[in-house]
């Protein structure tokens, strides 16, 4: 009986590998359910794993992220160590990954007497490198630290998304290589701005150019308005959505061209037919849970698909619980109740950037001016389509 059992055993062991190693339609099936970085691993086992590999690496477009909230254990960043867990059930292959936290962690500085011994800085080369090892060789990695951070939980796009004024928090946003969607990171500081550079980041002269997300640093320091300027006078006169804030610090990519303390500017460009955007000016006269909804609600007019989109918020310290009466999350619950299915990120700054504005197919809904571009005390909320 054992004799003949092992047989039968033998023979279904030998079909399931003539299976596996002939049978494209079920490798390529089976390797759906694995994490890409396990894919390609699995990549180099034979020709067929390879070529069913990548073909299913091409069908996975859609956006991931990982969040992390709450004081970290170890001695680097709350979000670094969540990543370095998350990062291996991941169903895409990044090729940009913008990441965010809060400057006071992640530079070291202790939120308390008690806890001083226990925070060190975690601005370090050891933990830039760490963040870059994890994600493939080629991947742009862009990275802010900030006073306040908003995200989405891990997990689903229906999860409520939450204000962190204070506290550890961070989020990681990973863009797939998206047919269509073209990001393309830039950096500029007092020494390497010029028309030319501007161009060649595809800021100027892009007529496919429809999403500029943009952070900038130091911006206090004598010349940074003049800078600022410089920056987004040839950005108003395009037909470019264009959002973001002024924040603390960037640490990735490595800084090379300015010297630390020096003020610049970094962000993402994106340009391509499948990219759509939208956003709406929160100004200083929205003091309501009721006001913050009836503003987000506008954008519900651009009628941008809910798949592969994110929401971006984009706001001033001075707003967020102490603007609304002591009320926690007002902005954020706001943008969850009009757009229940679209993650949220962004961040709290000291300046915000962006208008009313909705970029989709080959116009844009207006037109408007450097100075209506630069804000405080309001919040930008944005929505941004990728295919």
């Avoid at 049978?23 to 970085?37: G, Q, S, Y």
């Avoid at 130091?218 to 920056?231: C, D, L, S, T």
Wanted: glycine letters at 8%; aromatic letters at 8%; a neutral charge.
């Amino acid at each position: 009986m054992s004799e003949n059992q092992d047989s039968v055993d033998s023979f279904q062991d030998s079909k399931a590998a003539y299976v596996l190693s002939n049978v494209a339609e079920v490798v390529e099936r089976i390797l759906t359910f694995i994490p890409t970085k396990s894919l390609l691993r699995i990549a180099s086992v034979c020709r067929l794993w390879r070529n069913c590999a990548r073909r299913v690496l091409r069908t996975q477009q859609q956006l991931a992220w990982v969040s992390a909230c709450g004081p970290s254990t170890s001695e680097v960043h709350a979000l670094c160590g969540k990543l370095t867990e998350e990062v291996e059930k991941v169903f895409l292959l990044p090729k940009t990954v913008l990441a965010m936290v809060d400057c006071e962690a992640f530079n070291g500085q202790p939120y308390s007497s008690r806890q001083s011994k226990a925070k060190k800085s975690r601005h370090s080369p050891d933990t830039v490198g760490e963040l870059n090892l994890l994600f493939p060789k080629g991947c742009d990695i862009m990275g802010i630290a900030t006073p306040g951070i908003v995200l989405t939980p891990s997990g689903s796009c229906s999860s409520p998304p939450q204000e962190h004024q204070e506290g550890e928090a961070g989020y990681a946003i990973m863009f797939p290589n998206t047919e269509g969607v073209h990001i393309k990171p830039f950096h500029f500081c007092k020494k390497t701005i010029s028309s030319t550079a501007l161009k060649e980041a595809g800021l100027v002269d892009n007529p496919e150019l429809r999403v500029v997300l943009m952070f900038v640093y130091e911006a206090y320091k004598p010349g940074g308005a003049r800078f600022i300027n410089q920056v987004l006078e040839p950005l108003a006169k395009s037909k470019a959505l264009i959002a973001g804030g002024l924040v603390e610090s960037f640490f990735s990519p490595p800084r090379h061209c300015c010297s630390q303390g020096a003020y610049g500017v970094v962000g993402l460009a994106l340009s391509g037919p499948k990219v759509q955007g939208a956003s709406v000016l929160l100004d200083q006269d929205v003091g309501s849970a009721k006001a913050a909804e009836a503003t987000i609600r506008r954008l519900k007019a651009a009628k941008i698909p809910e798949k592969n989109t994110l929401g971006f918020m984009f706001a001033c310290v001075g707003r967020g619980q102490n603007y609304y009466n002591n009320q926690t999350n007002v902005e954020a619950d706001a943008f969850h109740k009009v757009f229940p299915n679209t993650p949220l990120f962004g961040l709290f700054g000291n300046g915000e950037i962006g208008c009313d504005r909705i970029i989709k197919d080959d116009y844009t809904l207006c037109d408007t001016d450097t100075d209506s571009l630069q804000h405080e005390y309001t919040t930008v909320m944005t929505l941004v389509h990728l295919g």
